[in-house]
């Protein structure tokens, strides 16, 4: 894959995260955490089978809020409205996934996942719900109906992440190993585009993968040359070629949330193997959980 810009790395920094408060209640390790679209509350999924809603203005668990699941959850995820916690999981031999209705409690079960589901994501509309499985297919749903839209598209191994383009017409997926990076058109249910890297020692992660705000690039971390998928890629999203010089600085796998606040510019990642450049990060995977605040740079 070619380079099509000549755009110069980012200086290394360092980042000091200062926590402010810490959240104890699950009683396994956290797989996934959403916020609410205020950021005055949070959402934590565990593979102790727990979803806790939190208050995080008086730093505590708003437990008649708290759901529990019949299997161990993956994903958890807060639509762009604030109506809706979808919370995904299951087992090698079911898919749980489900939408609970915040203010009335309702509860919709989506069915067509046939072993676990690892990944999810809702459109910028709160219209649609997209899914990825252990059973090698994604599903497009109606949020508010349940119902599937389009799909299922297949695919040859696990998913690690799911994503919707900011017009919700197409959607990219990285594998589970961080080895291949898919983007399909949601109408036509087509593949679009397909790069493949190298995973020959089998790494399994949550590599993320993320749209900037205008559609025009994709981020991810991708495991382009059998390192462990230990750099962020920036893609262009029609040719899915590498734009620009990679994001480099963890020392391990990169896993959990990406997030971009101007494009190009990483803004906020997570990793295993704390921050890399120039990033700022959000916490996930850990427990008890930090919440930080402020942080320092040091160029």
Known sequence: MASTSTRPAPAATEMILTPVITLKGHEDYISSISYFPDGKQMISACVDKAVRRWDLQAGKEIEKARR????????????????????????????ELKAWEVEAGIVKTFHGHSQEVTCIDISA?????????????????????????????????????????????????????????????????????????????????????????????ILAAFNLDDSFAKTLYEFDASTLEIVGA??????????????????????????????????????????????????????
Not at 127 to 141: C, E, H, K, R, V
Not at 170 to 195: H, P, Y
Not at 257 to 273: F, G, I, K, N, R
């Open 246 to 299: 990679p994001f480099k600085g963890h020392t391990d796998i990169i896993e959990g949330h990406l997030m971009v606040l101007s494009s190009p510019a990483l803004q906020q990642t997570t990793s295993s193997s704390g921050p890399s450049n120039p990033a700022s990060c959000l916490p996930r995977s850990v427990f008890p959980l930090p919440l930080l605040s402020s942080h320092q740079t040091h160029n």
């Open 125 to 217: 509309d709160s219209m649609l719900l997209a899914s990825g499985s252990d059973d090698y297919t994604a599903q497009i749903w109606n949020l508010d109906t349940g119902k599937p839209v389009a799909g299922p598209f297949n695919t040859v191994d696990w998913m690690g992440a799911i994503r919707f383009s900011p017009d919700s017409k197409k959607f990219a997926m990285n594998s589970w190993g961080a080895d291949w990076l898919e983007v399909w058109d949601i109408e036509t249910q087509e593949l679009d585009r397909r790069v493949e890297g190298k995973n020959e020692r089998n790494m399994l992660t949550n590599a993320p993968v993320f749209w900037t705000n205008k559609g025009t690039r």
């Open 68 to 95: 529990v699941c019949e299997y161990q959850v993956k994903a958890v995820a807060v639509s762009g409205d604030g109506q809706w916690v979808v919370t995904a999981g299951g087992d090698n031999d079911h898919g």
